[in-house]
């Protein structure tokens, strides 16, 4: 069963069909609001064989229902490699188990590589099996690597036939010029508060206000939090554990995730520091520094240990160097 439907597409969804002029269009803005869900009703539209005109797919013909299948013959999802697996099982479209990494195999790319986009060329020359368009999405479209993107210019630029394109992507400045400019944009922004916050509790998110706003107002990635295991009351702890330089406030986290909420954390007491109110933590969770300066640099370190959080060597030192920095500047900023 597709599974790209989220409430606060719709108008999105309705002013892309009404609007799309070009037969390239690159979805942009934040991560976390619906890109992949948007790009793909698009083109379930495009593909749909039963629909008023600006109207969006109608979820029931030959064509919908090969397109919710995952079999849809003039239909193309390329994902990197890194993130096939999950994003097609979340979109509900048939997906090959992730294999376990074996000893000696590199990791899955988190690039979109040359070899994939060769493959798309041919379904790129074919005619359209089912005669309506035939569509291809992409993304994220920032994952394209320097070969691949350019690999893709010319098609871009003159498909064959009836030929669309749509390339979502949440860093669209990552993008070559040349690609941007073949796109006719279209910008998606966060959807309105109660909406994602509706959206939120009818998957069981419990205190979805909190999680919202910690990940900046972004649905899909509170959800994703949430599965993982993060409580709206354990993301409010956080500052003041930090504080008192707890280790074991963070000591379950991915080292990525540990670098987000921390510059998340500073992000919101340098606000504070300059009377401001705080952006992800609720007000009563924040300490009251009283000036930025301490946190500045802080800031300054977060940024560079941002660059090595993929892979540190001893990832339990490294999270203990992380909060005594942190506990540091917290205090020092309170004098
Ligand atoms: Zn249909």
């Known amino acids: 069963m597709l599974n790209a439907d989220l409430p606060w597409l719709q108008a999105p969804l309705a002013q892309a069909l009404a609007r799309a002029r070009s037969h390239a269009l690159l979805v942009q803005g934040p991560a976390g609001v619906g890109q992949l869900e948007l790009a793909v009703k698009l083109a379930q539209s495009w593909l749909c064989e039963d629909r008023a005109e600006g109207q969006p797919a109608c ?103 009836l030929l669309r394109f749509v390339l979502a992507s949440h860093d669209s400045a990552g993008l070559l010029p040349t690609i941007r400019s073949r796109c006719q944009p279209l910008p998606l922004a966060l959807p309105e508060r109660s909406a994602a916050l509706a959206w939120l509790s009818a998957k069981g998110v419990a205190d979805a206000g909190g999680l919202l706003d910690a990940t900046g107002g972004r649905p899909q990635q509170a959800l994703q939090w949430f599965n993982d295991g993060l409580t709206d009351a354990a993301w409010q702890a956080l500052p003041k554990r930090v504080a008192r330089g707890e280790v074991a406030a963070l000591s379950d986290w991915a080292p990525a995730r540990v670098i987000d909420a921390l510059q998340r954390l500073c992000h919101d007491l340098v606000r504070r520091a300059h009377g401001q109110p705080g952006q992800f933590f609720a007000a009563a969770s924040l300490p009251s520094p009283k000036r930025p300066g301490p946190l500045l640099s802080w800031e300054a370190e977060l940024r560079r240990a941002a660059r090595h959080a993929e892979h540190p060597l001893n990832a339990g030192l490294w999270i203990e160097a992380l909060v005594a920095q942190a506990r540091s500047a917290i205090t020092a900023a309170a004098r």
């Open 59 to 161: 979820g029931h013909c030959a064509s919908c229902r090969l397109f919710a299948s995952g079999t849809h013959p003039d239909f193309q999802l390329l994902l990197p490699e890194a993130l096939d697996a999950s994003a097609r099982e979340s979109l509900g479209l048939p997906f090959e188990e992730a294999e376990a990494p074996k000893a000696g195999k590199a990791k899955p790319s988190r690039e979109i590589k040359v070899e994939a986009v060769r493959n798309l060329l041919s379904f790129a020359q074919a005619t359209s099996a089912r005669g309506k368009a035939k569509v291809v999405v992409i993304f994220p479209a920032e994952a394209l690597n320097g070969v691949a993107a350019n690999a893709l210019l010319k098609t871009l630029e003159e498909p064959a036939g």
